[in-house]
């Protein structure tokens, strides 16, 4: 491959003296977890993030799960989530016991669409959880507004979005609460798995603080059902490193977004004069994404990928099956085993259906057509500058 997908080392070996400092420095602290790093580096991702509290937890996944619990969200409860996200924002309503209610996407953004939340709600809808998808804000304002008027919480799924700018406000701090994620191949990674919850609601990060610890506050009491989702200092320390450079990676990450955007206007515009396909993303004047990934369309998106692998660019597709197909989600599973189900929203008179009544299939036309046609193209701190050119040429031997 000329142009990988992903690669984790370089950055690693661009501030090698700096993790490997801070390795040094929790190996000879000789404390492991909840200690010095972890604070300070709380401290530090709420600084970041223009929030008052972040509290660190193992992965992404709980520091959503965990909000939920926390609000006391569970059986019977229902929560908003959009159709076409990575299936850990699903989970994690599952795993707090209740049910996710999909909303389909604008076509424009990818991003949860707010006209259609309001047909979603339902007498059991707690919360909505809305996701900035591929590190593009989703459009937060009429998003507030809707919960205000029905008295629902909004949580950010900001695994993606570290450092994005919604109406000048940074993302993880435009809502009631954020959960983030560490996870390596996002734009803030750790070294293993790591997320975060940020919020400026004092109860709330106290409450997760003690969830995250088995609901203890002192050693040894335990006055809630707490579980287990620590991040370890090491991954704490490694963090500190990556967040005094995530500003700098993140404009790495635009400028090559602004290169493939004029690399690829004029196939662009081809394209969409034969086919009306809108190839590349589209900002909002609102928006300033962080570009985790670089989502082009294309009707024959399975060649195109196979085709720019012999042209040694490596792609992948986020994502290929949307949550409600997959086997965690379809009908048949659901009956077999889970308790929680999906709940079917009645389609908007908007969109054409392929729903029929006696089918048990939720159909979600706008996510499975995403599904199909989606590509991200190679972005990040360490693709190397001429990727955008490289596509262009082998995009001029396409078809
Ligand atoms: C990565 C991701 C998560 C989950 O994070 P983990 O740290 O892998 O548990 C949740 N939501 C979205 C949108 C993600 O991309």
Known sequence: MKVPFLELKPGYIELKDEFDAAYHRVMDSGWVLLGKELEAFEEEFAAFSETKYCVGVANGLDALHLILRAWDIGPGDEVIVPSNTYIASWLAISYAGATPVPVEPDLVTYNIDPARIEEAITPRTKAIMPVHLYGQPADMDPIMAIAEKHGLRVLEDNAQAQGARYKGRLTGGLAHAAGTSFYPGKNLGAFGDAGGVTTND????????????????????????????????????????????????NARRASLATAYQSALAEYSSQLF???????????????????????????????????????????QIHYPIPPHLSGAYSTKKMKDSTPS???????????????????????????????????????????????????????????
């Open 341 to 399: 189900s999906i709940s079917r929203v009645p389609s908007p008179p908007h969109t054409s259906s392929s729903l029929n009544s006696s089918s048990s299939i939720l159909s979600l036309p706008l996510a499975e057509r995403l599904a199909s046609e989606v590509l991200s193209l190679p972005i990040g701190p360490h693709v190397p500058d001429d990727a955008p050119m490289l596509v262009r040429q082998a995009l001029d031997s396409f078809l």
């Open 202 to 249: 004092p109860e709330l990060a106290e409450k997760v603080r003690t969830l995250r610890n088995y609901g203890s506050k002192v050693k040894y009491y335990h006055d809630i059902q707490g579980i287990n989702s620590r991040m370890d200092e090491l991954q704490a320390a490694f963090l500190r490193v990556k967040l005094r450079h995530l500003n700098t990676w």
């Open 273 to 315: 004069s034969i086919s009306g396909f809108q190839l590349l993303p589209t900002v909002p004047e609102w928006a300033s994404p962080v570009w985790h990934l670089f989502v082009i369309r294309h009707p024959q998106r399975d060649a195109l990928q196979k085709h720019l692998a012999e042209h040694g660019i490596g792609t």
